[in-house]
């Protein structure tokens, strides 16, 4: 059984904070990884996708993969109130074209103005 | 551009009734997923179709089929529903596999 483990919080930041959100995974041979945003009552959202080792940004947001620990984090730079909400990490399965992503539980972030 | 287009929004049956949830893209993409989202249990996969023409379990697909009507349609049916299935549906959509995945807005569905 693929697992996709994340704290699920809350976590509560002050305005203008980076908050850090982290993800752990079991399959050693997954090869993309994908962090959702989702508003209470909505639907998710793709925030931001990566496939290799290192940092991926784009905004406010960064991406950091570490294949070798099993590990994938979102950073969140100067935290809004409108970032509020529950983000999930998945992580696609093992083997060219796979098909199947793994979601996790999800970790409540919670930004304090 | 309306992306993922997922109809009913809410809808509420009786035990043992049938239905079918509709879902539709209009993004061009090959592979289209159904999820469920429950309290505590996070999404969980019950059917995915790579393509046109082809369908696969996922995790959870007791009780439910699907059709892949066409390139653009992805059909989930509850033969006879159950209280069980009282769940959020998601319906996804993207280019191909290790791609990301776009969602619908959902079903929100209720079995007395």
């Known amino acids: 059984q693929k697992e996709v483990e994340q704290n699920s919080g809350p976590l509560s930041v002050p305005e203008g904070a980076i908050a850090s959100l982290n993800c752990t995974y079991s399959d050693r041979g997954s090869q993309s990884f994908f962090w959702y945003r989702q508003y209470s009552g909505k639907s998710p959202e793709l925030i931001m996708f990566i496939y290799s080792n290192g940092d991926k940004e784009d905004g406010r947001f960064t991406a950091q993969l570490n294949k070798a620990s099993q590990y994938v984090s979102l950073l969140i730079r100067d935290s809004q109130p409108s970032d509020s909400a529950t983000y999930l990490c998945?992580?696609?399965?093992?083997?060219?074209?796979?098909?199947?992503?793994?979601f996790g539980k999800g970790t409540k972030l919670s930004v304090i103005p | 551009n309306a992306g993922v287009t997922q109809t009913p929004k809410f809808q509420v049956l009786k035990t043992g009734q049938s239905m079918t949830l509709q879902c539709a893209q209009d993004?061009?993409?090959?592979?289209m997923y159904w999820y469920r989202q429950d309290p505590g249990m996070g999404l969980r996969l019950i059917y995915y179709?790579?393509?046109?023409?082809?369908?696969d379990k996922g995790e959870v697909p007791n009780g439910y089929n699907v059709s892949r009507l066409n390139k653009r349609e992805f059909s989930l049916r509850l033969e006879s529903a159950a209280p069980s299935q009282t769940s959020v549906y998601f319906c996804a959509s993207a280019t191909g596999g290790n791609q990301p995945q776009h969602f619908g807005d959902g079903t929100r569905l209720s079995i007395l």
């Open positions: 179709s790579a393509s046109e023409g082809t369908t």
């Open positions: 998945a992580v696609g399965d093992s083997g060219a074209g796979s098909y199947q992503l793994t």
């Open positions: 993004m061009n993409h090959n592979s």
